[in-house]
């Protein structure tokens, strides 16, 4: 029985995670996993080591107060890997994690095939991160179309594998059963608020994002919000809204996250692997982010790239409104979204933008993931 231990060290990572246990448990029925991940991937199965919320920070102001017990995981995980002998390892994106694993397997002169998921934004910034990670892993399987060569130029093997969400039934959601779930009126306009993943990134951006809805039910009363979440950030989101004037809902995002989207004339969302799951499932979406300001001043003299939103740096144009840093404030987001509420042909020339990003992001596949599975299980076979 072959064994495959993953490792994601975050929640866009525990989605890809689980989309790629399935797909390998659709080729090899016998595998069997081992490793760390979230929710999702514990839904397919695996037993995590640990709950991956205690390593899922980023940032240097934010990882600094958690740096000793992140080392402590780290130095876990590398013992239970040697223990459970895999056939091959997966680390998922999370590469100050991640890295630092294999670094101590290494060290410790345990020899296992070594599959990295998701590149390091070279092409971004840090263009030394791909022959630092040439070094460390015998395969890396990436999302974008335009990323092998940066590899594969120091001689790592590099494979396209797609992105899961063009796939993942983000369009196949059921809009009145979501209604009726949640007791929405039809003639009620559902707009989402996403507003992050990560505890950090929940405090940042709610104060804001209850800015934008209070601007947007003020002018218009047939509003009503909702909030998909994890299970680890449902309590601080619930405790967060408890006050809004807002009608206003939080939602078990692994349950009807995708229902949602169908119902929704609009979502506001931080940027990530969101922005592609809204894209599939054709919802008009507006982009905000904002960080420490000391994290801010490091990346900004690093970053070549002009957007946050993949959608937009595929194609190098603005296609979603995205609201960075000091942009990311109330006025400048309700008027981004006003303009998609009221203005039909902006909705259109939004979505006709999308389409033709997600298609550069699609494989021939028949089912998400079934790429990345096969590149995995070339190391068992």
């Known amino acids: ?47 995590s080591l640990f709950n991956i919320e205690e390593i899922s920070v980023m940032g240097l102001t934010e990882v600094l107060p958690h740096i000793f017990s992140i080392k402590q995981r780290i130095n876990q995980t590398v013992d239970h890997i040697i223990e459970e002998q895999p ?29 990295h998921y ?18 460390l892993v015998d395969h890396l399987m ?19 594998v797609g992105h899961p969400a063009v796939k993942g039934k983000f369009d196949q959601g059921d809009k009145a059963t979501f209604l009726k779930k949640y007791d929405i009126p039809r003639n009620k306009d559902v707009i989402t608020l996403l507003p992050g993943s990560r505890k ?72 990530g692997t969101v922005s592609v799951e ?15 300001w000391l994290t801010f001043q490091f990346i900004k003299r690093l970053v070549k790239v002009r957007y946050a939103s993949l959608i937009n740096i595929l194609q190098d144009r603005d296609i979603v409104p995205e609201f960075i840093q000091n942009d990311c404030e109330p006025q400048k987001i309700y008027m981004g979204m006003l303009d998609l509420m009221e203005d039909s042909q902006a909705v259109t020339k939004q979505l006709t933008g999308v389409k033709k990003s997600l298609d550069m992001l699609s494989v021939d596949e028949t089912y998400p993931g079934k790429e990345a599975a096969r590149v995995v299980l070339e190391y068992i076979n």
Request: charged share 25%.
């Open 1 to 47: 029985m072959p064994k495959i231990y993953i490792i994601a060290g975050e929640p866009s990572g525990d989605q890809l995670g689980k989309t790629l246990m399935k797909a390998i448990k659709k080729q090899k029925r016998s595998a069997s996993f081992a490793g760390v991940g979230g929710e999702k991937m514990q839904d397919a199965g695996l037993q």
């Open 200 to 271: 950090k990134e929940i405090q940042t951006h709610l104060p804001v994002f209850e800015s934008v809805a209070k601007k947007l039910y003020d002018r218009n009363q047939d509003c009503v919000f909702v909030i998909p979440a994890l299970h680890v950030t449902q309590d601080l989101i619930e405790d967060f809204i408890k006050d809004w004037k807002m009608p206003t809902k939080v939602i078990l995002a692994h349950e009807d996250k995708v229902d949602c989207y169908a119902a929704s004339q609009l979502a506001l969302a931080t940027s």
């Open 142 to 160: 990436v999302l974008l179309p335009f990323e092998p060569p940066f590899f594969e130029a120091h001689g790592l093997k590099t494979t396209f």
């Open 278 to 292: 809204l894209g599939a499932a054709h919802t008009p979406q507006v982009i905000a982010y904002k960080m420490s």
């Open 87 to 115: 056939d091959v390892l997966v680390t998922i994106d999370a590469p100050g994690f991640c890295h630092r694993v294999i670094q101590k397997l290494k060290a410790r002169k345990f020899d296992v095939p070594k599959v």
């Open 118 to 135: 998701v590149a390091p934004t070279v092409w971004a910034w840090k263009p030394g991160r791909a022959k630092k990670l040439a070094r």
